[in-house]
């Protein structure tokens, strides 16, 4: 699954709930091993 939908999935389903607060991509991201901090989402 694409990313970029199951954010979107995310965002309206929190939204409808009045629970999302937003995207936000820090610079200190916490790693894991194999993998690339994408970004947090606030709620």
Partial sequence: M???IALCHLYLAAS???LFGGFEREQDGIYK???E???S???
């Fill in 16 to 18: 409808h709930d009045s």
């Fill in 33 to 35: 091993k194999d993998a």
């Fill in 2 to 4: 694409d990313i970029g």
């Fill in 37 to 39: 901090y994408i970004l």
């Fill in 41 to 43: 989402v606030k709620m």
